[in-house]
T-cell receptor, first 114, second 115 residues
Framework: ETGVTQTPRHLVMGMTNKKSLKCEQHLGHNAMYWYKQSAKKPLELMFV???????ENNSVPSRFSPECPNSSHLFLHLHTLQPEDSALYLC?????????????FGEGSWLTVV | AQSVTQLGSHVSVSEGALVLLRCNYS??????LFWYVQYPNQGLQLLLK??????LVKGINGFEAEFKKSETSFHLTKPSAHMSDAAEYFC?????????????FGKGNQVVVIP
C-alpha cells in the first residue's frame, strides 16, 4: 500500500512513440517530484512542482515534459526518447510538517526504450 | 550544496550478524538526514529520519541510526540481519526549502544476506 501511486508500472516504447507516466498522491501534500533511477547511478532529481508550479528543472532534455494539473496529480510526457532513457522513474510527494519535510515515493514506472 | 557519501556498493552480511551501513554527510546547515530502503522492483520506502530531536533514531524493521555531528556521520545499524533485509539502502540529506525538498542521495548499498 502506498500513498503515491504510479501507472503504468512497466512501459516499453519505441523511440518514435509518445507515452505518458502518471502519478497520483493521496497524502494531501503540496510538492511533487520526478526522479530518475538508472543502473549504477545515484538517484537524479528531474523536476519539482510546488503548489502546481514548477520550481525546479534539473537540465532535463525537452523530450521529457512534465505536467502538474493539480497538487495531487503529476504526469511525465515522453516523446522521441533514446535507449539511454531506459530507467526507473520515481514519483514522490512531500509537505512540510513539524518534523521536517519527508519525501514519500511511489513504486516507480519501469521504462524501456527500444 | 549538501551531499552524502556511502562507501562500498555491495555489502554482504551473514544471517543473524550485525548490519552496518555507513553514511557521511556534508552540509553547511544543520541537516535533516534520511535512510530509505528499496526492495527489488519497488520504490523507495522511508526507514528512518533524523530531524534534530534525538541523535539515536529508531526506524522500521529493527533498524536504527545515530547522528554524530563531530563525525558528520549517520550510520545505519541492525543487530541481527534477516533474509528479508536483502535490499538496497540509500542515505540522503535534505536541502530544505519551505514547501519543497531537494534530497541529495548517496549511491546506495546493495545488502546481500547470506544464510
Amino acid at each position: 500500500e502506498t500513498g503515491v501511486t504510479q501507472t503504468p508500472r512497466h512501459l516499453v516504447m519505441g523511440m518514435t512513440n509518445k507515452k505518458s507516466l502518471k502519478c497520483e498522491q493521496h497524502l494531501g501534500h503540496n510538492a511533487m517530484y520526478w526522479y530518475k533511477q538508472s543502473a549504477k547511478k545515484p538517484l537524479e532529481l528531474m523536476f519539482v512542482y510546488n503548489f502546481k508550479e514548477q520550481t525546479e528543472n534539473n537540465s532535463v532534455p525537452s523530450r521529457f515534459s512534465p505536467e502538474c494539473p493539480n497538487s495531487s496529480h503529476l504526469f511525465l510526457h515522453l516523446h522521441t526518447l533514446q535507449p539511454e532513457d531506459s530507467a526507473l522513474y520515481l514519483c514522490a510527494s512531500s509537505s512540510p510538517d513539524a518534523s521536517g519535510n519527508t519525501i514519500y515515493f511511489g513504486e516507480g514506472s519501469w521504462l524501456t526504450v527500444v | 550544496a549538501q551531499s552524502v557519501t556511502q562507501l562500498g556498493s555491495h555489502v554482504s552480511v551473514s544471517e543473524g550478524a550485525l548490519v552496518l551501513l555507513r553514511c557521511n554527510y556534508s552540509s553547511s546547515v544543520p541537516p535533516y538526514l534520511f535512510w530509505y530502503v528499496q526492495y527489488p522492483n519497488q520504490g523507495l520506502q522511508l526507514l528512518l529520519k533524523y530531524t534534530s530531536a534525538a541523535t539515536l533514531v529508531k526506524g522500521i524493521n529493527g533498524f536504527e541510526a545515530e547522528f554524530k555531528k563531530s563525525e558528520t556521520s549517520f550510520h545505519l545499524t541492525k543487530p541481527s540481519a534477516h533474509m528479508s533485509d536483502a535490499a538496497e539502502y540509500f542515505c540522503a540529506v535534505s536541502d530544505l526549502n519551505y514547501g519543497n525538498n531537494r534530497l541529495a542521495f548517496g549511491k546506495g548499498n546493495q545488502v546481500v544476506v547470506i544464510p
